[in-house]
């Protein structure tokens, strides 16, 4: 209610995703899903340190670290939140979000401090569960899989738990 | 207890069509895979334009609403997601009754599937973008979500790290192979389906008028 949402209605913009994903079965056989495309750029990474062990862990065995369909999917998504906050007059370059400033201040490395523990934290959790919320709350919800409902309840138990911590009951506002 | 499931799951799926063979959906544990083609590869960046204008332009690509999900003061992200599943729920199981499409049911794992679950919403809560949508703040000059990328490249090698020891404890515990929802309580898909679909537009109905 307070943050405004989006610049289109959320039920068009979640109708055109579920075309999407009806696009990228037909098209590319393919779910949406996004935190596998990290993984692989971090194999990647990884691979130019010590190729070896890089080639020796199961999870990569399994999933190539290379420029695969989710990788071009996810810098896909970058162009196109681009265009679409340039197109509306929405970009906000900024290192701080206003309402993390609000509650924390406007010190950039408190930020990227919890932003990158945040991250890491988060992309082992996906890794574990199979899928985030592209893969397992999107994709898999609507495909009735078992274990992407139970992984989806428990993103928000955790997200909920976590920022009510954060900001207090019903946030700050 | 655990095998009928699985049979159950195959009567619902097989009688419709092309999608049958041992390729079709629940492969849980594909050992290698193929490169995607360069078609594929540009087929995935131009979904994934689509898909990033689509987030921006619902809104949650912005830090402010993705914890106002979590906070339970916005609900935006909900609204977007249910419909999403939604219409997708719909299209993909009429294009796969029509032979169109594989289904790819990701496997059910209970235990992974919710500790990993739960410390997905914790670094959520943390970070305030998923992986989807921290690609897409990035797209609108959020900065902050590049780091938050460091550290989901960071997570994810941490991860393939211990995915050995992993793929032997955790991620058998509770594993249950591709189930889907019907066959917890042993329904037949194309008798649960015209249940579960008008439950989800009634929740979202709901959601509407309690929010505004």
């Known amino acids: 209610m307070s943050s405004g949402g989006g610049a289109w209605s959320p039920y068009v913009v979640g109708g055109l995703i579920g075309v999407l ?49 989710e990788v071009m999917l996810t810098f896909g998504i970058v162009l196109g939140a681009l265009l679409a906050a340039w197109s509306g007059g929405e970009l906000t370059g900024s290192w701080v979000p206003a309402l993390w400033a609000e509650r924390f201040g406007d010190g950039v ?5 919890v932003a990158f523990v945040g991250g890491v934290v988060m992309a082992f959790g996906a890794r574990l569960a199979g899928g985030c919320t592209s893969g397992h709350g999107i994709s898999g919800t609507l495909q009735l899989s078992v274990g992407s409902w139970i992984a989806l309840v428990c993103f928000f138990a955790g997200g909920v738990f976590t920022a009510m911590l954060m900001f207090g009951m019903g946030g700050t506002r | 207890m655990n095998a009928e499931p699985r049979t159950l799951q195959s009567s619902a799926l097989l009688p419709v069509g092309a999608a049958a063979g041992p390729k079709s959906s629940d492969a849980g544990g594909k050992a290698e895979e193929k490169p995607d083609s360069a078609k594929q590869l540009v087929l995935g960046f131009l979904f994934g334009i689509a898909f990033g204008f689509l987030l921006q332009k619902g809104g949650v690509a912005k830090y402010e609403v993705l ?12 609204k977007v997601m249910l419909t999403a599943i939604v219409v997708g729920m719909v299209g993909i199981f009429s294009m796969h009754a029509m032979g169109l499409v594989k289904l790819h049911v990701k496997p059910t794992r209970y ?9 997905f919403g914790v670094g959520f809560g943390l970070l305030g973008y998923c992986p989807g949508t921290g690609a897409a703040a990035l797209g609108q000059g959020n900065y902050d979500a590049v780091v938050g990328i460091l550290g989901l490249m960071v997570g994810s090698h941490l991860y393939a790290e211990l995915s050995g020891p992993m793929g ?23 008798v649960f389906l015209p249940v579960f679909v008008p439950l989800l537009v009634g929740a979202l109905f709901l959601l509407e008028r309690w929010t505004g």
């Open chain 1, 21 to 69: 994903s009806m696009a990228t079965f037909y098209f590319s056989d393919k779910p949406l899903g996004v935190s596998t495309a990290y993984a692989r750029l971090a194999g990647m990474i990884a691979r130019l340190f010590s190729k070896g062990h890089t080639d020796s862990l199961k999870f990569y065995q399994e999933n190539n670290p290379k420029i695969e369909w």
């Open chain 1, 109 to 113: 490395g408190l930020r990227l401090g």
């Open chain 2, 67 to 78: 914890l106002g999900a979590l906070l339970l003061t916005d609900f935006t992200v909900m």
């Open chain 2, 111 to 119: 235990a992974a599937n919710v500790i990993g679950g739960l410390l």
């Open chain 2, 168 to 190: 032997a404890t955790v991620l058998t515990w509770g594993n249950r192979g591709g189930i889907m929802l019907p066959d917890l309580i042993g329904m037949r898909l194309r």
